[in-house]
């Protein structure tokens, strides 16, 4: 079921690249790019976890991956405002978009900056391809520090993202060599693991999760072409069905401040533990994460905490960011507010011994906590609210509305053995329910 076409169109492409069908089909052998690296085979037996290939520093070439002779390149600079303008304009006009070309991911330089620039970030890992003779950039990618832990090990690590190559330049295989570029410069770190998402089933998932949405202007999503009417239900009975309250009602909830981190960090650490992917957070890092730049007014921010303190405890946090769409050629509206449900923790099982128990408690204080994060994020003009089937979100999606997508997602990990790891679906990758999943990461 697709409550909202456009968006679902738009995640399972992200998610999927353009190629699902095709890749779904495709086996080992023909992964000609993927099967030279060190990652699991399909459908490989894991008995022994841990890194594939060991290599130091001094294998690592110092020379960059040869381009063809028209391409160059690229550190790009994302504290100099062109480069910043050139990375934006490369995703904007070629991340993803849906088929009429309608819609598309409205990137601010406050969203790149919080998303590509954590502390220590590196900007030769933000690696660009430019056209020799005009300087046009072509193709992007980048890594960004993240140490893991996986199934309680330590890992190393950075998140790859936002592979981009331009429309005009696509299946001429400059993505797998910006993948082996940015692999040669985080390895000439020192770092030889890697966590990538992907709707495209490439070797070998580590973990597999669905997108799920819920409408909050449903009406708005309807009038833009996002979401449509099913049969036998009017517009009425959609928008009354997805009507939040103006107000919040859960007591002692307020924005989070930097104050609180300490406390919020504690909180996150003991919660997450449970999970058996996550990253290995330093306090700077959750800090960026879930502070973004403090100095943005609340209008402006990407990314959004708020706290449940209880006589100077914090007990609960949770966040979300945003990232809106242009809507091109629409007289009435021109953006579409989008929230992606981000990190949290609540100490509402920590006592309980019983498992089931704990998760009963769990399940109830996140659906607060989640039902005020909507309301909060309709304040904020968010039309509507997305996540995976992660964390422990399969708590509280149906009562909280949430529809289940179709946009499905990969986690990958570079170089690394881990058994499976649940991602919150049924065997037929439907969202479970009944269980939770055992991935704590959220990638953007
Ligand atoms: C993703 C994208 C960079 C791939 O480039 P392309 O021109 O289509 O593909 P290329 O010919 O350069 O390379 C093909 C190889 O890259 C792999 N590949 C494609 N998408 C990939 C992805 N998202 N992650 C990792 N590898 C990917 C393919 O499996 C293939 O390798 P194989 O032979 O081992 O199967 C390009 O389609 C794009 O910019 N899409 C829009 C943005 C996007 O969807 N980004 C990914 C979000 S997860």
Redesign the pocket.
Known sequence: MSQNKAIEELLK???????LNE?QQ?QMK????????PVPDLNEKITEEGPIEQKTVADISIQPYPLLKEFEWADLDLNNVEDRDEVFKLLYE???EDADSTFRFKYSSEFLDWALKPPGYKKEWHVGVRVKASGRLI?F?AGTPADLQVRSKPVKAVEI???????K???????????KEVTRRVNLQGIFQAL?????V??SPVSVARYNHRPINWGKLHDVGFSYLPDNVTKTQMIAKYTLRNEGKLKNLRRAELKDFDQVFTLLTKFQSKYELIQDFTRDELKHWLFGDNTLSNDKKVVHTFVVEENDRITDFFSFYLLPFTILDNPAHNELGIAYLFYYASDAEFDESDSAKAQALLKKRLTDLIGEALIIAKSLGVDVFNCVSCQDNNLFLQDLKFGEGDGILNY?LFNYKSRIISGGLDDDKHVDYGNVSKVGVVML
């Open positions: 492409k992200l998610a999927e690249g353009a190629q890749q495709k023909d992964y000609k790019f993927w099967k030279t690296q070629n991340y993803v193709g990618i993202n936002f592979i981009c190559v331009h429309k330049l696509r299946s001429k295989r400059l993505a797998p060599i910006l993948i990538y998402t992907a709707g495209v490439l070797p990958y």
